[in-house]
């Protein structure tokens, strides 16, 4: 999956980000297992970084989405 521009984020319906959530939260949580048991033995251990990363956008958006109901 290509890194996701906060633009990108913003274009998704709130349901689109909400759905991507809880896939990258699935996704984080199965690589940082895998790291912890396989004695840090994944592929690609910056994918973890990249999906933290990703969380942090979409809930930035979030939460502007949030403020501007206000």
């Given at each position: 999956m290509p890194r996701l521009k906060a633009k990108d984020i913003r274009r998704m319906s709130k349901e689109e980000?909400?759905?991507?959530?809880?896939?990258?939260?699935?996704?984080?949580?199965?690589?940082r297992g895998q790291a912890h048991s396989g004695g840090g033995s994944?592929?690609?251990?910056?994918?973890?970084?990249?999906?933290?990363?990703t969380i942090a956008r979409i809930l930035t958006v979030e939460r502007e989405e949030e403020l501007k109901q206000r």
């Open positions: 980000r909400q759905k991507l959530l809880r896939e990258l939260k699935l996704e984080l949580i199965k690589l994944i592929e690609k251990p910056a994918r973890i970084r990249e999906i933290r990363k």
